[in-house]
């Protein structure tokens, strides 16, 4: 049975909609909005955006009129009447009246905040905040068991995508050889906001959004979630991210010894050229007769073969995981392991004083890594380096180690890293509430 019909069933049976939160209205959100909005059984309770205006953008693109209400008191009481409202101050998101969070910014502090807050008041969390999950996803998927509620990374976007391919290979008792994504925007590891600003003008995106995919970095980010959620590997730091076509990924990523890039089964990567939007998994079967059929059926000759899904849709899928988490009580997409990380590399020669201004700017870029290796260099995560200061000078193209910088510790995405990493070491860890208590205090 289609969601569509069990969110119409649920309304009848419960004599309310789904409520649904979302925190962010940018490119991204306004996606998800516009596609929710469509569907019967299910309400947009609340916007929430630094820029009010925009959240209120968010309701009436899709013609919809939100209340004017502007206090948390007066939205509890709207909410509960099925009206919409359009709010600043996420802070008080854990006292509306709402059944799912979903988080858009894409701000791995921010994201961190919002979930701490949502899963400590009874909500399920979902975010399309895929740099929050690199960074601190291990420890979320223990908040959300410890409180009873899920989290979930969203459908859409190529992590999710990609794994859904996965467990139909592993279904169907095909080695994985890798599986990855097509890279949508030529690779400039050196791009800057600036550089980016008219192209960034003419497809309606923020500079800054823009910069993260020319410069690689959501490319690594993605692979490490897809790695993390899937238990494959990544291939080697920094991944090979060759030059291919749809008919020819099989031949590109397949096994050294028989003429492909990669030293090893069993690992995520990503390709260059008219394979994106799409995501793909290349497999392999050592059975005469299986591989005879997946030739019959035009698949090519074998051993490998490739699976391949022409497109992700990004926010417009993203609604699925809400679907999911509220009918069905699975997550989309968690970390349950911890096979990669993303650390960051200089696009220029640093020098010490100077303030890491985050992803998608002019100072760093987003590298992926096997997890193990990234431990040992003492590199430092991508997600917890936004206002960081550099001790030292450091070189373009270098990674960064915690020994290069001083982190903001007053950042929640920081204090939840080192969390992460004590629960790494076997030490205990904050409780969910001990968590929020302690961020509501500062």
Same mark, same amino acid.
């Given at each position: 049975m289609s969601y569509r019909t069990r969110l119409q069933q649920r309304l009848e049976e419960t004599g309310r909609p789904l409520r649904v939160g979302l925190v962010g209205s940018g490119?991204?959100?306004?996606?998800? /909005?516009?596609?929710? #909005?469509?569907?019967?059984?299910?309400? =947009?309770? !609340?916007?929430f955006? %630094?820029?009010?205006?925009? /959240?209120?953008? $968010?309701?009436?693109?899709?013609?919809?009129?939100?209340?004017?209400? &502007?206090d948390t008191d007066a939205a509890i009481t709207a909410i509960e009447n099925d009206e919409s409202v359009a709010l600043s101050n996420v802070?008080?998101?854990? $006292? =509306?009246?709402?059944?799912?969070?979903?988080? /858009?910014?894409? !701000?791995?502090?921010?994201? $961190?905040?919002?979930? !701490?807050? $949502? +899963?400590?008041?009874?909500?399920?969390? /979902? &975010?399309?905040?895929?740099?929050?999950? !690199? &960074?601190?996803?291990?420890?979320? +998927?223990q908040l959300a068991k410890e409180s009873g509620q899920l989290y979930s990374v969203c459908r859409g976007d190529e992590p999710v995508e990609t794994k859904i391919l996965v467990d139909f290979a592993r279904d169907l008792n095909f080695e994985i050889i890798c599986a990855?994504?097509?890279?949508?925007?030529? =690779?400039?590891?050196?791009?800057?906001?600036?550089?980016?600003a008219a192209e960034a003008a003419q497809k309606k995106m923020n500079p800054k959004m823009l910069c993260e995919f020319v410069d690689g970095s959501k490319a690594m980010i993605e692979m490490a979630a897809l790695a993390n959620t899937t238990g494959l590997e990544m291939s080697k730091r920094g991944m090979y991210g060759p030059a291919s076509t749809v008919p020819t990924l099989h031949d590109t990523f397949r096994l050294q010894e028989d003429g492909g890039v990669l030293d090893r089964p069993g690992v995520v990567d990503y390709c260059i050229g008219p394979v994106a939007p799409g995501v793909f998994v290349v497999v392999r079967s050592d059975d005469p007769y299986v591989v005879h059929e997946m030739s019959y059926l035009s698949m090519g000759p074998g051993p490998y073969f490739s699976l391949y899904r022409p497109y992700h849709l990004a926010s417009i899928e993203a609604p699925l995981t809400v679907y999911e988490m509220a009918l069905d009580r699975t997550p989309s997409h968690t970390s349950e392991h911890w096979t990669s990380e993303v650390g960051a590399e200089a696009k220029r020669d640093l020098k010490a004083g100077e303030v890491i201004t985050g992803i998608g700017t002019d100072t760093i870029r987003g590298v992926a890594d096997k997890a193990d290796d990234f431990l040992a260099d003492g590199? %430092?995560? #991508?997600? %917890? +380096?936004?206002?960081a200061r550099l001790t030292r000078d450091v070189p373009v193209d270098q990674m960064l180690t915690y020994d290069d910088v001083e982190l903001d510790e007053s950042s929640l995405i920081v204090q939840m890293r080192r969390h992460q990493e004590a629960l790494a070491r076997g030490e205990q860890a904050p409780t969910l509430a001990e968590l929020r208590e302690a961020f509501r205090r500062r």
């Amino acid at each position: 049975m289609s969601y569509r019909t069990r969110l119409q069933q649920r309304l009848e049976e419960t004599g309310r909609p789904l409520r649904v939160g979302l925190v962010g209205s940018g490119q991204m959100g306004r996606g998800f /909005a516009a596609q929710l #909005l469509k569907m019967p059984g299910i309400n =947009l309770s !609340v916007v929430f955006d %630094v820029d009010r205006a925009r /959240a209120e953008e $968010a309701f009436t693109q899709a013609g919809v009129k939100p209340s004017s209400v &502007t206090d948390t008191d007066a939205a509890i009481t709207a909410i509960e009447n099925d009206e919409s409202v359009a709010l600043s101050n996420v802070d008080e998101v854990g $006292a =509306l009246p709402l059944d799912v969070l979903v988080e /858009a910014t894409g !701000v791995p502090d921010v994201g $961190a905040r919002t979930a !701490v807050e $949502a +899963l400590s008041s009874g909500m399920d969390y /979902a &975010t399309l905040n895929v740099e929050q999950d !690199v &960074t601190v996803g291990r420890y979320m +998927l223990q908040l959300a068991k410890e409180s009873g509620q899920l989290y979930s990374v969203c459908r859409g976007d190529e992590p999710v995508e990609t794994k859904i391919l996965v467990d139909f290979a592993r279904d169907l008792n095909f080695e994985i050889i890798c599986a990855g994504k097509g890279k949508n925007n030529p =690779l400039d590891p050196y791009a800057t906001p600036d550089k980016l600003a008219a192209e960034a003008a003419q497809k309606k995106m923020n500079p800054k959004m823009l910069c993260e995919f020319v410069d690689g970095s959501k490319a690594m980010i993605e692979m490490a979630a897809l790695a993390n959620t899937t238990g494959l590997e990544m291939s080697k730091r920094g991944m090979y991210g060759p030059a291919s076509t749809v008919p020819t990924l099989h031949d590109t990523f397949r096994l050294q010894e028989d003429g492909g890039v990669l030293d090893r089964p069993g690992v995520v990567d990503y390709c260059i050229g008219p394979v994106a939007p799409g995501v793909f998994v290349v497999v392999r079967s050592d059975d005469p007769y299986v591989v005879h059929e997946m030739s019959y059926l035009s698949m090519g000759p074998g051993p490998y073969f490739s699976l391949y899904r022409p497109y992700h849709l990004a926010s417009i899928e993203a609604p699925l995981t809400v679907y999911e988490m509220a009918l069905d009580r699975t997550p989309s997409h968690t970390s349950e392991h911890w096979t990669s990380e993303v650390g960051a590399e200089a696009k220029r020669d640093l020098k010490a004083g100077e303030v890491i201004t985050g992803i998608g700017t002019d100072t760093i870029r987003g590298v992926a890594d096997k997890a193990d290796d990234f431990l040992a260099d003492g590199c %430092v995560p #991508l997600g %917890v +380096l936004a206002g960081a200061r550099l001790t030292r000078d450091v070189p373009v193209d270098q990674m960064l180690t915690y020994d290069d910088v001083e982190l903001d510790e007053s950042s929640l995405i920081v204090q939840m890293r080192r969390h992460q990493e004590a629960l790494a070491r076997g030490e205990q860890a904050p409780t969910l509430a001990e968590l929020r208590e302690a961020f509501r205090r500062r």
